[in-house]
């Protein structure tokens, strides 16, 4: 093939390799039993997407981009498995918002709706499933609050004071 047809910098392109869930430099990687199960699967379906690029032959250039991503994503997340402490959520404190505790929030004015959430590690967050990261303002404002206690929340531009009305693990 004539390299007239072909662009030179193609080649040189760095490939991106996507980041994991942001954790605070110095912050140790909390996760709870099913973090880290989940974390996991992740490795498991890395792995097998690998060998499946490994196989593929028909472009090399593509294949050596593809697994490129591929080996950082999968040395981010062993680093980050290597990392993970994991925190059993039943031998947290029953009374006490903590790590790996599901809870419920009433505002106190009356106004707006309760909310409920778990707190989880920084890689099986998911805020559509209630699932918030402990390292998330709304987490750390409440984490070690007790039931029936109220506390502050900052939300943009205005406060907002909340009960804690349950905790559960």
């Given at each position: 093939?004539?390299?007239?047809?072909?662009?030179?910098d193609d080649s040189l392109e760095v490939p991106i390799i996507p980041p994991r869930a942001a954790l605070p430099p110095g912050t140790t990687n909390y996760v709870t039993p099913a973090g880290l199960e989940q974390l996991r699967q992740?490795?498991?379906?890395?792995?097998?997407?690998?060998t499946a690029a490994e196989a593929n032959r028909d472009n090399a250039a593509d294949r050596t981009r593809r697994l490129t991503v591929l080996n950082?994503?999968?040395s981010a997340l062993n680093d980050r498995i290597a990392s993970a402490r994991v925190v059993e959520p039943a031998a947290q404190p029953a009374r006490e918002v903590r790590f790996g505790a599901c809870v419920t929030l009433r505002p106190v004015a009356g106004?707006?709706?309760?909310?409920q959430f778990a707190i989880v590690g920084v890689d099986e967050a998911d805020v559509a499933a209630g699932k918030i990261a402990f390292v998330a303002p709304i987490a750390r404002a409440v984490q070690g609050a007790r039931l029936g206690q109220r506390v502050h929340l900052r939300l943009g531009s205005k406060t907002e004071e909340v009960e804690v009305i349950s905790i559960a693990y």
């Open positions: 093939m004539s390299r007239a047809f072909t662009k030179e992740e490795l498991t379906q890395l792995e097998v997407t690998r950082g994503q999968l106004q707006g709706p309760e909310r």
